[in-house]
């Protein structure tokens, strides 16, 4: 048979087109990937979950992948990211992973925005009022001096609320969010990194085979 991956024996490849063929034929319906890249993805995933032992991928291996490959270290963001594409919290199913995938790579401002907010909101708000934002830039400013420290992050509380909040009313709507980022994109992750950068997503796309999201020759 032909092996679509030769790292794989017969019998693992037999049963990953088994399991996978339907998934193969909608993901590449339905996302920006072509059916190779989907392939791609889905075997990287396969690979996880048979070092698993079971049919889908744990959180603590993708918990990794996020510090080794996405270049994504703040801890409360990476939690709030699994739980925005798991449904349990504690395992990742091709579906989660093929989501992650099309939101990091998507060229949808539209998208990424609505993610972003979603990770930023995922402590059971579907608004950013002043507790959220006040924890999320706890982990902006360090120092010896807890006065001057705490005067920093109410600074940039007030500076964060004059910004987005635009009807003052005291919180931050996805509306408010966007109208902003839309003018200046480069306020879309406010309140921690969510995404990876050019140069990490580079990496992903080799290390999954995603060939049109390469960098082109030049840039090397």
């Given amino acids: 048979m032909n092996r679509i991956d030769l790292t794989l024996d017969d019998m693992a490849n037999t049963k990953f087109l088994t399991i996978y063929n339907s998934l193969i034929k909608s993901f590449t319906a339905s996302t920006d990937f072509s059916s190779n890249e989907v392939v791609s993805l889905l075997i990287v995933f396969y690979k996880y979950a048979l070092n698993n032992g079971s049919r889908t991928m744990s959180t603590n291996q993708l918990y990794n992948l996020f510090l080794v490959s996405f270049g994504i270290f703040d801890t409360t963001i990476i939690d709030r990211v699994l739980m925005n594409i798991t449904q349990d919290g504690r395992s990742v199913s091709p579906e989660a992973w093929m989501r992650l995938f099309c ?17 930023y909101t995922s402590a059971g708000t579907v608004v950013l009022n002043r507790e959220v934002v006040g924890l999320a830039i706890e982990k902006f400013f360090y120092g010896d001096d807890d006065d001057e420290v705490n005067e920093l992050r109410a600074d940039m509380c007030e500076f964060l609320f004059a910004k987005f909040d635009t009807d003052k009313d005291g919180v931050i709507a996805f509306e408010e969010y966007a109208e902003i ?9 406010f309140l921690g990194k969510i995404f990876p950068d050019d140069k990490d997503r580079s990496l992903v796309a080799y290390c999954h085979n995603i060939e049109s999201m390469f960098p082109p020759e030049d840039e090397y």
């Fill in 103 to 119: 939101v990091f790579f998507t060229g949808s401002l539209q998208e990424r925005m609505k993610f972003a907010f979603e990770v």
């Fill in 181 to 189: 980022v839309q003018n200046q994109p480069g306020l879309l992750e």
